[in-house]
């Protein structure tokens, strides 16, 4: 189906408006194009849906390279791309450059940015995310999220190759959006409140915290001479081969609960972690933070986080005017290719 309509875009695009963007003619020609094919017996060829095959070719016009020559002649048309759908090699190697169902397409077709649809594709064929997830990713911001964290090449390669998790960093993002939670935004809630929400709630919660991460424990206890200790939530990341701590803090950061994340990592490290094992990474989620604090108490190579959260949807137009405040400055340097 994916390939048919594809097909269908490709048909009307290329071939009755020629390349060029007729919309003074564009009803008529659906409307006559629709009749045509269902008088055929071809389903699901309504004017709406042609409209959405046109838009799906336009979002993807570089599929067409993998078109057969019998294809690219000219002597193409709806009823002929019909019948050549049944095994045509053409269109079984076109059939290998889509790779979700045409629900997925459709949600996808709505993002206006080529770079970003094709990073959250690559997410969801890698992560098996349905359309729900698809939307819910797409809703929370994620590509901005990701993108804010990295330089300019760094964010072309999430485009490229999505998520891929080679250092510590790459495991982070900032915000956490956990809207998913249910939990309304009220003055008092105490840690414990989040942290069952977030138990309750722990493939969401492993969905948002991105690829490879499996639940090990909560309120994970180690104790040195008479002292008891607590980390609110332990992971473990198969991708990266470490621990991953993360501590609740409701309100705003402080250096305090930096050098208690730096106690747990280095107890990780010292007495959990096996020999073949990469450096625990420890994430401080808290509802507010400053950079120059952070900066000043963790020294540079510390695999430990400060993230904020937030138990609602971002705006995608606040996080991408930080994203270009973020990357302008890299341009001005000549890094920009």
């Not at 097909?7 to 003074?24: N, S």
């Not at 389903?43 to 070719?57: A, D, E, I």
């Not at 705006?315 to 341009?331: G, H, M, V």
Request: proline share 3%.
């Amino acid at each position: 189906m994916v390939v048919r309509n594809w097909l269908f875009g490709y048909y009307i695009v290329e071939f009755e408006q020629q390349g060029e963007d007729r919309a003074q003619y564009g009803q008529r020609l659906l409307d006559g194009l629709s009749r045509q094919l269902r008088a055929a017996g071809i389903p699901g060829c309504s004017v709406s849906n042609l409209k959405n095959f046109r838009r799906f070719y336009e979002a993807y016009p570089q599929i067409r390279q993998t078109l057969s020559g019998e294809l690219m002649s000219g002597a193409v048309s709806p009823l002929s791309i019909g019948q050549q759908l049944a095994g045509a090699t053409g269109l079984e190697l076109l059939a290998e450059q889509f790779r979700v169902s045409w629900s997925h397409y459709q949600v996808l077709m709505g993002l206006k940015d080529a770079e970003e649809r094709r990073f959250y594709e690559i997410e969801s064929v890698s992560n098996g995310w349905n359309v729900r997830e698809l939307e819910r990713q797409i809703a929370s911001a994620l590509y901005e999220r990701l993108a804010l964290s990295r330089d300019r090449d760094a964010v072309r390669r999430l485009s490229a190759e999505g998520q891929v998790l080679k250092t510590p960093c790459d495991a982070v993002k900032d915000p956490y959006v956990l809207e998913f939670l249910g939990l309304e935004e009220r003055p008092a809630y105490s840690e414990s409140e989040l942290e069952a929400a977030i138990i309750d709630k722990l493939e969401h919660f492993l969905l948002e915290l991105g690829k490879g991460f499996l639940f090990e424990a909560r309120q994970k206890r180690f104790s040195f001479e008479e002292d008891h200790f607590y980390v609110d939530l332990v992971f473990y990341n198969r991708l990266l081969r470490c621990y991953v701590l993360i501590d609740l803090k409701l309100d705003k950061l402080t250096h305090q609960d930096l050098g208690q994340m730096q106690m747990y990592v280095n107890f990780f490290d010292r007495h959990v972690k096996t020999e073949g094992e990469n450096p625990t990474i420890g994430i401080v989620l808290c509802k507010r933070k400053k950079d120059a604090l952070i900066e000043l108490t963790l020294p540079k190579n510390a695999n430990i986080f400060a993230s904020q959260y937030q138990l609602y949807l971002p705006s995608k137009e606040e996080l991408r005017q930080q994203l270009e405040d973020a990357i302008l400055p890299l341009a001005h340097n000549g890094l920009e290719s």
